[in-house]
């Protein structure tokens, strides 16, 4: 099964994105340093650019299976499992873990 962030998932907002962060906390403190950094010059585009950074970040962490998924699959390619995984670059061909091209031609 392949989630998709669902942009939908988290309002584009300071509150909303500090609770769906909460999942990484990692996230949520680079996301609190930028806030405050921003907050502290009183600069208001500054503030803005700090959501649209950390919303795709809050979307994806309430998205529900999203990381979850990312992180099993990261986990299988630690351990060294990765037979039948795929993955496509941003033109869409497809590769192998091993960065071998998949033709796909033959498949449709």
Known sequence: MTHEVDPNSCERT??????????????LRAFEQDWLSA???????????????????????????????????????????TEGMVFHDADGNVYDADNHHIDTSRCR
């Open 39 to 81: 907050a502290a010059d009183f600069d208001q585009p500054a503030l803005d650019a700090v959501i649209e950074k950390w919303f795709p970040f809050a979307c994806a962490c309430a998205t529900p299976g999203y990381l979850d998924e990312v992180e099993q699959t990261l986990k299988r390619m630690t351990e060294g499992e």
């Open 14 to 27: 300071p509150d909303a994105i500090r609770a769906a962060l909460q999942r990484r906390p990692d996230w």
